[in-house]
């Protein structure tokens, strides 16, 4: 008996397991790994539901048309958002114009030469003009009037422009 319980514990001695110091180097290499995997993943998932619009308008320019009588204002826009900006509609001290794609006003009216849905993609940029007659709410030269450009997205861009 005395020789099989000196065979086992030999036998036992001569097998080695790995040792808690290589087991515990092994598990967080693993674990290191799925993290950063699972990082990546989720960081994809995040980055196609935060894009978002941002329109800047970058310059607002008046000058007085006398051959038409009418104000020409300029509005340069440039989408630094990170998704495509639709501009869907243009309002003059909250009111909004007359008509859409017109470069003329006609008695009394207020129009853009927007289009009714002006896209702009990331990055891109954009110039609206936005016309005002003489007659048009009782504006005269020298009156700060309040353009706003509206987004699908809900969103408003606002430049205060001074007729000259």
Known sequence: MRALRNKNSKAARSRRAVSPVIATVILVAIAITVSVAVAYWMGGIAGSFTQFEKVEIQSGVCAWNSSSTQWDITIKLKNTGTATATLIGCFVNEIEVDSYTLTTAGNNQSVTDMTNSLTISSGA????????????????????????????????????????
């Open 125 to 164: 940029s954009a110039t609206i003009g936005v016309y005002i007659d003489v007659g048009w709410e009782a504006v005269t030269p020298g009156t700060t009037v309040n353009v706003k450009i509206h987004s699908a997205g809900g969103m408003d861009y606002i430049k205060l422009i001074t007729l000259v």
